[in-house]
């Protein structure tokens, strides 16, 4: 398994609300997160991506772009909370160690109703 196929997956079970499995299986004993809006511990961003999914049964992640320098891994994703959503452009930086994510950084920008830039958000 790749570092980029870890974080793709780990990114995709947490969108179909499979969080507890995705951490079980690809993140590290020594992981943090940069969220500001959640404690900076694994279990407090499983639970919070638990109560995500369960507000959000329908939310898709449709992966564009996935980038790896050393032990870092970039993934570049559309997500939608549901099929009316437009969405958001979201960026996930992983941190590994040994092939376990030990650190995640993410980053979005809502999707405005009028794109003004001809190339797209994607």
């Known amino acids: 398994m790749t570092r980029k196929y870890i974080a793709k997956e780990f990114l995709k079970l947490a969108a179909k609300g499979h969080s507890h499995e995705a951490f079980r299986l690809y993140v590290g004993t020594n992981f943090k997160h940069h969220n500001a809006y959640f404690k900076g511990d694994a279990q407090t961003l499983m639970l919070a991506m638990d109560e ?50 030990v650190e995640l950084w993410d980053l979005g920008q809502s999707i405005p109703a009028e794109i003004i830039n001809e190339n797209g958000m994607f």
């Open 52 to 101: 995500s999914s369960r507000k959000n049964p329908y939310k898709t992640l449709e992966i564009h772009h996935a980038l790896r320098d050393r032990d870092m891994v970039a993934v570049h994703s559309h997500v939608k909370q549901n099929s009316t959503d437009i969405g958001a452009a979201v960026v996930h930086i992983f941190r590994f160690e040994s092939d376990k994510i």
